[in-house]
């Protein structure tokens, strides 16, 4: 089995991530609970949020491995 980069550990802890929150934000919603609108405006903000955290956490990996 081939050893995984820490670009495919972050971009595949991303994609858990993001995963997660929507299945948490679907059956919040599902479920009729009360606090599914501020759910939901976290989901919304951490869509954008979180890509981004890890483009820039990506970032930092390859310049830290460029320099050694």
């Known amino acids: 089995m081939k050893k995984k980069t820490p670009k495919q550990i972050v971009a595949l802890t991303c994609v858990v991530l ?3 929150m929507y ?3 679907l059956i ?5 609970a009360t606090a599914t609108g501020r759910l939901f405006a976290g989901c919304l ?3 954008v ?3 981004i ?3 820039i956490i990506i970032h930092f990996c390859n310049n830290s491995q460029d320099q050694s």
Do not use: G, H, R
């Open 23 to 25: 299945m948490i934000t």
């Open 45 to 47: 903000a951490l869509t």
């Open 53 to 55: 955290l890890c483009w």
């Open 49 to 51: 949020a979180l890509p």
């Open 28 to 32: 919040a919603a599902c479920l009729d």
């Open 18 to 20: 993001l995963v997660a």
